[in-house]
């Protein structure tokens, strides 16, 4: 935790790591959906494919996840160093090309019972702070 507290201090900003969800060449930005998974969230599949994606509050990489537009599923699950899921759930995204969405967690957290948590793709193209890692935790913005 303290090394979270370290690097906002300092100021360092996550390495970006920029991933294409589909097989052709490049597409312009205009052309093409992006997905954001905020912190705590790992996909493991992407339209029936394979893909290993781990977003951590704790690691200093935030991916970006690019999507011909259309309806997609990913196979995702949660971690949060409190919460976490037994296995991962499939969720549906139906996204539109020029648009940003962020994958975030509504996680309920008890004490002495067990959490619950569910995946949850929500359009911020109009919301440009809440395209970030952090949305909804450690003192990202909130309301996203």
């Known amino acids: ?38 912190a705590g969230i790992y996909v493991k599949e992407v339209d029936g494919k394979p893909m290993e994606l781990i977003q951590n509050a704790w690691k200093s990489t935030d991916f970006e996840i690019e999507f ?44 002495f019972k067990a959490s619950t948590w569910a995946p949850e793709v929500v359009d911020v193209t109009e919301k440009p702070e809440c395209w970030t890692v952090l949305a909804d935790v450690m003192g990202g913005p909130k309301g996203c």
């Not at 090394?3 to 052709?24: F, I, M, N, Q, R």
């Not at 971690?79 to 020029?98: C, E, H, I």
């Open 1 to 38: 935790m303290s090394g979270v507290v370290c690097c906002a201090a300092s100021g360092c900003t996550p390495a970006l790591v920029h991933v294409k969800a589909y097989p052709d060449s490049s597409l312009p930005i205009s052309s093409v959906a992006m997905l954001k998974p905020a």
């Open 68 to 111: 011909i537009p259309g309806r997609h599923f990913l196979r995702v699950g949660f971690y949060n160093g409190a919460d976490y899921s037994d296995g991962t759930v499939l969720v549906r995204a139906d996204m539109q090309a020029g648009r940003r969405y962020l994958l975030k967690p509504n996680s309920t957290h008890h004490v």
